[in-house]
């Protein structure tokens, strides 16, 4: 037997295992996510996640670059946190678990990004390089927790670790019928790529999230046009894998119909509930 059929029968073993959440009836259209994600046991993909932020606020810590609680900037981002995190549970249920966290790190970095277990860390680089708008930041936000809910590391791994293993290894797993969590984490998911595919779905589902937290999704556009003056044309260097900036903001405007009532509606409530939102 060789390389290639132990591992298309390690894959297909794992399609009846793929039991996402109904779709949302209105909003974004998603597929259900990867079955190989479930090589890597999210349980721990999301310990090593949370020891890689803490070692992370430690070294930005002893730089005197986290933003302190009652930070202006900090505050302002975990209120658009808490207003996203709420509608995170509709694309996985896993994050109702999740112990959440924000933080700001005052670095030069156009940078973000969201680890499995809802890990958040935004530089400085990004929110006030660019002045991003609350709306703008409510994007960048929901695009980088969308990473997570769709659990876009754990495939990214099981992928990358299957090209690795060799058939014999490969084959003592099939032969002993364990193929669940056969994988660990391994790396740092701070610079661990993602492909085009999951870039396009974070941008997708971000989108609807911001919507839903009563943030403009039309902001999608202005952010990449912001991105690609700073970056002249070209994508930022955390997003090296994503498509053009052109190509980016083609899909979100495709996307706006899909999302737009609901960021309507949701701001039609707030009206009628004398929330004002900013």
């Known amino acids: 037997m060789n390389r290639g059929t132990i591992i298309a029968l390690v894959v297909c073993s794992f399609l009846p295992l793929a039991h996402a959440a ?110 991003l708008t609350d709306d703008e930041a409510a994007v ?30 490969l084959s003592e797993f099939v032969g002993g019928g364990k193929y669940s969590g056969v994988f660990s984490a391994g790396g740092q998911l701070m610079t661990l790529k993602f492909s085009r595919d999951d870039e396009t779905e974070a941008d997708t589902v971000g989108l609807e999230l911001a919507a839903r937290a009563g943030y403009d999704p039309r902001a999608g556009v202005t952010l990449w046009k912001k991105m690609m003056s700073a970056n002249k044309g070209a994508p930022p260097q955390w997003l090296s894998t994503h498509p053009s900036g052109n190509n980016r903001i083609e899909e979100i405007e495709r996307h706006l119909p899909d999302v737009m009532p609901i960021y309507e509606r949701t701001k039609s409530q707030s009206r009628q509930d004398g929330v004002v939102q900013r």
């Open 140 to 169: 960048v936000m929901g695009h980088e927790i969308a990473h997570a809910l769709r659990e876009h590391a754990r495939e990214r791994i099981a992928k990358t670790e299957l090209t690795r293993l060799g058939a014999s290894l």
């Open 22 to 131: 109904p779709e949302p009836r209105e909003g974004v259209k998603v597929g259900q996510p990867s079955a190989m994600r479930k090589l890597v046991p999210a349980e721990g993909l999301e310990r090593q996640a949370t020891q890689e932020f803490s070692q992370l606020k430690q070294q930005a810590a002893a730089k005197k670059a986290l933003a302190p609680d009652d930070h202006p900037q900090m505050r302002r981002l975990r209120q658009i946190a808490a207003r996203i995190i709420p509608h995170a549970a509709r694309f996985n249920a896993r994050a109702q678990q999740w112990q959440w966290e924000v933080v700001l790190i005052g670095a030069q970095q156009v940078n973000a990004f969201c680890m499995p277990g809802g890990k958040i860390a935004v530089f400085s680089g990004l929110l006030l390089g660019l002045q």
